[in-house]
């Protein structure tokens, strides 16, 4: 089992960066994928896939609407996944959620196959 807890959330305008951080405790948090989604506002039942990441970090994945703008990444001697967000925009604002699964496979796209999550950190873009 692991516990997660993300940080690094903020208001910030459009074009900032912001980087998100997921620590992770509980054993073998290099046999988890990972991933983050989000939820925005008014949509609280709407968990959207953003970024997700293989235990080993060799396969990382991208939702359209941010790629080539955010880094998914990891650091499994720290225990911690990122989320490095550039360009932000203002319909990035959202409750972002990090979440694992315990699985060596392809990490999964959707959040009915992630076990653990994260209590989720707000992060507001203001134009």
């Known amino acids: 089992q692991v516990q997660l807890v993300e940080s690094g959330g903020g208001l910030v305008q459009v074009g900032d960066s912001l980087t998100l951080s997921c620590g992770a405790s509980g054993p073998e948090f290099d046999r988890y994928a990972m991933a983050w989604f989000r939820q925005a506002p008014g949509k609280e039942r709407e968990f959207v896939f953003v970024?997700?990441?293989?235990?080993?970090?060799?396969?990382?994945y991208y939702a359209d609407s941010v790629k080539g703008r955010f880094t998914i990444s990891r650091d499994n001697h720290e225990n911690t996944l990122y989320l490095e967000m550039n360009s932000l925009k203002s319909e990035d604002t959202a409750v972002y959620y990090c979440a694992a699964e315990y699985t060596l496979r392809h990490p999964p796209f959707s959040q009915n196959e992630y076990t653990y999550w994260g209590q989720g950190t707000q992060v507001t873009v203001s134009s």
């Open positions: 970024a997700s990441i293989d235990w080993i970090a060799a396969n990382t």
